[in-house]
């Protein structure tokens, strides 16, 4: 398998798009063109997002179990940046391609997004009382393993199919433009 890497890296290195730019990885990094078939990078993409929540999630809950409350007071104002600015731009650029075709499945996400921002509003108040319980990190925890599971099975596949997939390579570049974990959580809008 490793040494089939250097083939593979070639062979990904001669698709070029519409722009006669080359391929890096899952865009040109000059005007950020997605190869010919953007579905299977699209879907990666907005997955990639969802593990970098994830990831900054697990973060705060080493930080609960270590009950160290400066830290976790630092790393829940990341966290909460980086899922708020996700769902803010699923709401901006990726539903509202979406809704016309699949209006339920966009309604059902929306639900669920409200419910997740109340529920990271009482808990970054509690976080900042210093009362949040790790229950309540983990309940949290779950919750966002049920959407991400959702919206990668269901909207984020639904996207993949969209008749304009513009909106859909724009909510990619905006998630390329944002945080990657705790260093360098500044995604300005």
């Known amino acids: ?7 593979l890296r070639a062979q990904r290195s001669s698709i070029t798009g519409d722009c006669g730019h080359r391929w890096h990885g899952s865009c040109c990094d000059k005007c950020m063109f997605l190869p010919t078939k953007p579905s299977q ?12 929540i994830d990831t900054a999630l697990q973060v705060v809950l080493e930080a609960a179990r270590a009950n160290e409350t400066a830290t976790l007071g630092v790393v829940w104002a990341a966290f909460e940046r980086c899922i708020t600015t996700h769902i803010e731009g699923e709401e901006e650029l990726l539903l509202p391609s979406l809704e016309k075709e699949h209006p339920e499945q966009v309604r059902v996400i929306k639900a669920e997004h409200g419910q997740i921002r109340d529920l990271i509003a009482k808990l970054g108040v509690l976080t900042d009382l210093h009362g949040v319980r790790l229950t309540q990190l983990e309940e949290l925890q779950a919750i966002l393993k049920a959407h991400s599971h959702s919206e990668e099975e269901g909207i984020y596949r639904l996207a993949e199919h969209a008749i304009n997939p513009a909106p859909i390579q724009s909510f990619v570049r905006y998630l390329k433009g944002g945080p990657h974990l705790i260093a360098g959580w500044n995604r300005e809008k």
């Open 41 to 52: 990078t699209t879907w990666h993409a907005l997955r990639m997002d969802h593990r970098q």
């Open 1 to 7: 398998m490793i040494d089939d890497l250097p083939m």
